[in-house]
């Protein structure tokens, strides 16, 4: 026989257990692999960009890998749970390896929101083919608002790094179309650039630009795909 305090203990762990509410727990589990994958995609294409363009660097320090744990930023990986935009660990680039510096470095930075848009665009054909032909069952319904998720979230990504403030991939093409002097002096003081980016995102100054941007693209998206 059980003594009262295993039964209590038991009750309790059922009672628990019973309170979970399952399909909380697997939608965050999905939107957990759908931000692991976004930002692992977004990374590696930087990286793969850059040692196109003759940079080693990446590829020296392990970065040009599907692995997430290589890139992931944990307060970027907040966000990206949270709000649906976010970022990695940035990879390092050397632009003095690239033929045009510059251009090089803009190419490199322009290679992770691109990816994303792709990604989104792929991954919206996958779910217009489950639609029109998986069969109608709850396995494939997941499977549906996963990749709708992930697209989501890809626009997401992209859109947010399109942003022209440092160091996000939007202020790489901005600087490059710059004379050499006022990108050299940017650059220098490019790291103060995150220090504006995480007061605009703590004081949710980007939320309704960023939503409206994140519509927009993936409504687009939508209506060519599904059309």
């Known amino acids: 026989m059980r003594s009262d305090a295993g039964e209590t203990a038991l009750d309790a762990f059922v009672n628990f257990w019973n309170a979970l509410d399952t399909m909380a727990m697997l939608r965050a589990a999905l939107r957990l692999v759908a931000v692991l994958l976004c930002l692992t995609v977004h990374e590696t294409c930087h990286g793969l960009a850059a040692y196109a363009l003759g940079d080693p660097t990446a590829k020296s320090m392990h970065r040009l890998s599907l692995n ?10 907040a966000a990206m749970m949270t709000l649906g935009f976010g970022w990695a660990k940035p990879v390092p680039v050397d632009m003095r390896y690239f033929k045009h510096p510059k251009q090089g470095m803009a190419l490199t930075a322009l290679a992770g929101p691109a990816s994303n848009l792709l990604f989104a665009c792929l991954t919206l054909l996958g779910a217009r083919a489950v639609l029109y032909g998986a069969a109608d069952t709850a396995a494939w319904g997941w499977f549906y608002w996963f990749l709708l998720l992930l697209a989501q979230m890809n626009v997401g990504l992209g859109v947010f790094n399109l942003i022209p403030i440092s160091p996000l991939d939007g202020s790489k093409v901005l600087f490059a179309m710059l004379p050499d002097a006022a990108y050299a002096k940017l650059m ?22 960023l939503s409206r941007a994140v519509s927009g693209v993936y409504s687009v998206l939508i209506n060519l795909i599904f059309a």
């Open 188 to 209: 220098r003081y490019e790291r103060y650039g995150v220090i504006l980016l995480y007061a605009l995102i703590f004081f949710g100054a980007l939320d309704g630009f």
């Open 68 to 77: 997430p744990l290589h890139h992931i930023d944990w307060l970027g990986l």
